[in-house]
């Protein structure tokens, strides 16, 4: 495995999760504007406060999933660079043995490079692993994003019903849609990225 | 391993990472400094603790962001994770002591980009802010150096202040009454629990503790931070030079 393609997965993961930290946060900031606007109008917008109360709820369980992301990417850091620790021992048993003329007696160097390249096949499995559960964790997230979205078109409905009341609804709808729709983009960017990584490292995994 | 901030202000940050999992080998701190979207890291470990490292710098800042890496001096606690660093940055740049350099390079990564500092020291612009090489030579390390952020008043102080803690340590020697006299017997603790025996057995010359001793008061410090052990914070600073300074060093040679 190229570590330098590990770290360019590990860059494109921190600017990502920025995104999606920020776009949650703003995600938040929508929802509980909605409740105040709500509240201030009292019965009449009481539809619409039931819609801005399940935003703010789904908007809590996405930045629990979103953490659950987080934790999922430091194991991931860990085991690529066990594996590049032990690519170097490998690597530097392989020189030796190369290096040394026929007929000379090497001890227990052959067996300890196929030890080597024995720990590096499992560590390239659990690369493996770690990397299909994120991308599980990813799917049931693009799923909680697709329920929020699906409240969000509630909202947008709700809004046009009571748009007579001169509350500007539909632009706090608006501004939620928008709000998930940079998670969901985000989301999909990175994905696509570690589905991309695990192609490209298809021949080492 | 844990990642804490030392100094924060919005364009200039100083974090510590410590407690590492693995106890085979000397637990370590390393350091890390980020100013204006570059970062140097301070001492960056050895090898058998490097996906540790990796894993928690790269939770406080962007790989690509490291320009350079501080090498106190030759020990393989201190760098002998290089040709791992290397082969996930090769463009990060390498201050080390002069004197070791050839050695350094023994622990591979022959292509690295590697800055000799002379024995007088030398400083280093990144991001906009000046370190200062402070020269350390004989603690413990013939040929070694400390940086000194004179903005953030953190000196890296190197194995000057380190302990050898118990794993679940702290980031700070306890701070509670740092700044008055209650913060004695904190301090009294820290250096009774791991820092006089590894001050008196791994530090060899009076004449080297004086003369660093005498050249530090001169700074303004809050944090000094060891690579080893625990930071020293606020009145901990001139507890520790005064006690360091009280303490016979080069035990062995005493004891023999």
């Known amino acids: 495995m190229d570590p330098q393609r590990i770290t360019q997965l590990i860059e494109n993961t921190h600017e990502i999760q ?20 709500v509240k201030r109008h009292g019965n ?79 560590e390239q499995i659990m690369i493996g692993e770690i990397i299909a559960d994120l991308l599980r964790n990813l799917e049931r997230f693009q799923e909680g994003i697709a329920e929020q979205e699906y409240v969000v078109t509630n909202g947008r409905i709700e809004a046009a019903l009571v748009e007579s009341s001169g509350v500007p609804l539909s632009r706090v709808s608006r501004e939620m849609g928008r709000a998930v729709a940079e998670v969901r983009k985000a989301i999909a960017e990175w994905k696509q990225q570690l589905e991309e990584f695990t192609h490209e490292s298809s021949t080492d995994l | 391993m844990k990642a804490a901030p030392i100094f924060e202000t919005s364009d200039h940050r100083w974090w510590i990472i410590y407690d590492q999992e693995e106890r085979r080998v000397i637990d370590s701190n390393v350091y890390v ?70 050695f350094i390079r023994h622990y591979g990564a022959l292509e690295a980009e590697l800055h000799g500092i002379v024995d007088g020291g030398g400083e280093l612009l990144l991001g906009g802010r000046r370190l200062e090489f ?29 302990a050898l803690l118990p794993a679940g340590h702290g980031a700070w020697v306890d701070r509670r009454g740092a700044n008055d006299n209650s913060g004695e017997k904190a301090f009294s603790d820290h250096i009774a629990n791991g820092a006089q025996y590894f001050h008196q057995r791994w530090m060899p010359s009076e004449k080297a503790k004086t003369d660093w001793i005498r050249r530090v008061r001169k700074l303004s410090i809050n944090f000094l ?32």
Not at chain 1, 20 to 36: G, K, Q
Not at chain 2, 77 to 97: F, G, R, T, V
Not at chain 2, 138 to 162: I, K, P, T, W
Not at chain 2, 231 to 254: M, N
Request: overall charge negative; aromatic content about 8%; some cysteine.
């Open chain 1, 18 to 37: 920025g995104r999606v930290r920020r776009s949650l946060r703003e995600i938040d900031r929508r929802a509980l504007n909605a409740m105040v606007l």
């Open chain 1, 44 to 122: 009449v917008l009481a539809g619409y406060g039931v819609i801005a109360s399940a935003f703010r709820e789904q908007a809590a369980k996405l930045q629990v999933a979103a953490e659950t992301l987080q934790h999922g990417v430091e194991p991931l850091i860990q085991s690529s660079m066990r594996l590049l620790q032990i690519q170097n021992y490998s690597h530097s048993i392989q020189t030796m043995l190369r290096s040394i003329g026929e007929g000379i007696s090497l001890g227990d160097l052959p067996e300890t490079e196929r030890r080597w390249e024995a720990d590096i096949a499992k």
């Open chain 2, 134 to 162: 402070l020269p350390a030579h004989y603690l413990h390390s013939s040929a070694n150096f400390h940086v000194y952020d004179a903005e953030a008043r953190v000196l890296f102080s190197g194995d000057v202040g380190a």
């Open chain 2, 225 to 256: 931070c060891p690579q080893h052990g625990a930071i020293y914070s606020g009145s901990h600073v001139t507890r520790f030079l005064d006690w360091f300074s009280a303490l016979p060093v080069g035990s062995a040679i005493v004891e023999n």
């Open chain 2, 33 to 102: 400094m980020e100013s204006r979207g570059e970062a140097i890291i301070l001492d960056p470990g050895g090898f058998e603790i490097f996906p540790q490292v990796f894993s928690a710098v790269a939770e406080i800042v962007q790989p690509s962001r490291i320009k350079a890496a501080f090498v106190s001096h030759q020990d393989p606690d201190i760098a002998s994770s290089l040709p791992l660093w290397n082969a996930c940055n090769p463009k990060m740049q390498w201050y080390m002591p002069k004197l070791w350099e050839g």
